[in-house]
């Protein structure tokens, strides 16, 4: 079954052994069964031999099932999936706290269970299965309905193609544009799951409502709806890394209506608004900072294009990972989980110091450069995207510092942006570069030191390997000592 491109990756599928199909308004639009798809998968089931059960390696391939189930499936809020063989069956919930699993049932001798299971996956109810009955189609539209009721005052605008973060485990964050039939107005829709014990968005953009920030998204409407422990039916929330239990925190599901600004940065029409809508978010953060809120999560799709008409620009939006600082304080302590790799900082990619003003602006900063070195001209991106942007988001914190590094210090970057950009884009990047190259100078300087000292260290470590290695491989030829030789 086709897995849904975003245009980074062409022609991937993959296909579970036996699917669950379905249809109905909360999950598709389609009032029949078409050939087998994602969009209409209700459970996928793995199916394997007793002999070759490899549990690890199929648990990850239902979860490969699951995450696409979620990405075709916006509104999904788990997925049940089975591991069978001809003896046993093992029920799996994937959902935003990651997997639950239960034992291996016999399907011989706890035969009751077993079709109990399968009743459970496969059930008529679309919320019991996992799906979120607040966004439904009717016909060929698709609405919103803050009660799930069925009421269709709000209608989502782009019913196909929501924002989506892809991963399963974390905040599972979607947003739609939708459409108030009753006042007439756009409105943008998130969706998230918030962890339980952070200060909730809403407080943020009911702040910012109040101080009346010019640059800074504020709130229409917030609801908080399920926690993810009430999913798990009372089973304590809990991970597993390497060999040890932790707990894990709970998480919250909320929605928030906001204005409809405009698109993101990226969807620029033209040099000149891109600068604009880049300037208008350095404004955003500056006003933040007057209220005592580090936003902490800059990214191309956190700065939207203002295009309503009303004198602004660009506006900063999407609070999840804001956090609080009073007059006291210069800023938070540094922590690379939080926010987008891509855009951090250098101190808060390396975890040093607090997370300041500063840091905002760098994250600026890289929001700029990713766009200038991606794309073409306004509307075309480049179809290989730079090796060293591709770096920047590894998982390997190492990986992405050094890409950081070499980001900051090569004066010769430049030339990779290309001339439908225009020579104004050119210098506004070399003069941010060297700006954020001097800002960095003593950062830099000790993150090299610290590099090469591991560098040392591994090839010392290795040295000191080659050496053992050859004294083990001539040992038997070494005469040996005699047990009186020291005297």
Not at 29 to 41: K, V
Not at 199 to 211: G, M, N, S, V, Y
Not at 231 to 240: E, Y
Request: with cysteine; net charge positive; aromatic share 10%.
């Amino acid at each position: 079954m086709p897995h849904h491109s975003d245009g980074d990756e062409k022609n991937l599928e993959s296909k579970p052994d036996i699917v669950v199909l379905g249809y109905g308004s909360c999950l598709t639009s389609e009032q029949e069964i078409r050939p087998p798809s994602y969009a209409q998968c209700v459970a996928p089931i793995e199916v394997k031999t007793q002999k070759n059960l490899a549990v690890t390696t199929h648990r990850i391939q239902l979860a490969v099932y699951a995450r696409e189930c979620f990405v075709q499936q916006p509104n999904r809020r788990f997925v049940y999936g089975l591991l069978l063989t001809e003896k046993t069956v093992q029920l799996y919930q994937f959902d935003r706290g990651g997997s639950l699993y239960s034992r291996a049932y016999n399907i011989g001798t706890e035969a009751n269970t077993f079709v109990r299971i399968i009743c459970a996956i496969s059930g008529t109810d679309e919320r019991q299965v996992g799906l979120d009955p607040r966004i439904f189609w009717n016909g060929k539209k698709r609405y919103f309905d803050n009660l799930g009721k069925g009421n269709k005052r709000y209608e989502i605008l782009n019913p196909d193609r929501p924002f989506q973060r892809l991963a399963i485990r974390g905040r599972g964050t979607t947003a739609w544009h939708i459409k108030d039939n009753e006042k007439g107005e756009k409105l943008f829709l998130k969706l998230s799951w918030k962890a339980v014990g952070r200060r909730a968005e809403w407080l943020f953009l009911d702040e910012i409502r109040k101080a009346g920030l010019k640059h800074v998204g504020s709130m229409e409407e917030h609801g908080e709806l399920e926690k993810l422990s009430s999913l798990r039916h009372g089973i304590a929330l809990r991970s597993n890394r390497r060999g040890t239990d932790i707990d894990v925190a709970d998480r919250q599901y909320y929605w928030v209506t906001q204005p409809f600004y405009g698109p993101p940065i990226d969807e620029f029409a033209s040099v000149l608004e891109l600068f604009q809508a880049l300037y208008d978010a350095i404004i955003g953060t500056k006003e933040l900072t007057s209220i005592g809120i580090l936003h902490r999560d800059i990214s191309p799709r956190n700065i939207l294009l203002d295009r309503r008409g009303l004198g602004t620009f660009g506006i900063l939006i999407d609070f999840d990972m804001a956090a609080k600082i009073d007059r006291t304080e210069s800023g938070v302590h540094t922590d690379f989980r939080t926010g987008t790799r891509a855009f951090q900082s250098l101190k808060v990619l390396s975890g040093r110091g607090n997370h300041e003003p500063l840091d905002e602006l760098e994250s600026c900063f890289y929001c700029y450069s990713w766009i200038v070195l991606s794309y073409d001209e306004p509307h075309r991106r480049k179809q290989v995207l730079p090796e060293f942007l591709i770096r920047w988001q590894s998982e390997d914190i190492a990986v992405a510092i050094q890409a950081k590094l070499q980001f900051i210090g090569d004066t010769n970057l430049g030339s990779a942006i290309s001339p439908g950009m225009g020579n104004r884009a050119l210098l506004l990047f070399l003069k941010l570069q060297h700006f954020f190259r001097t800002v960095n100078e003593n950062l830099r300087r000790e993150l090299q030191m610290a590099i090469s000292k591991i560098r040392e260290d591994e090839s010392s470590s290795s040295e000191r390997v080659r050496i053992l290695q050859g004294f083990g491989q001539a040992g038997p030829s070494l005469p040996q000592p005699l047990i009186n030789q020291g005297e």
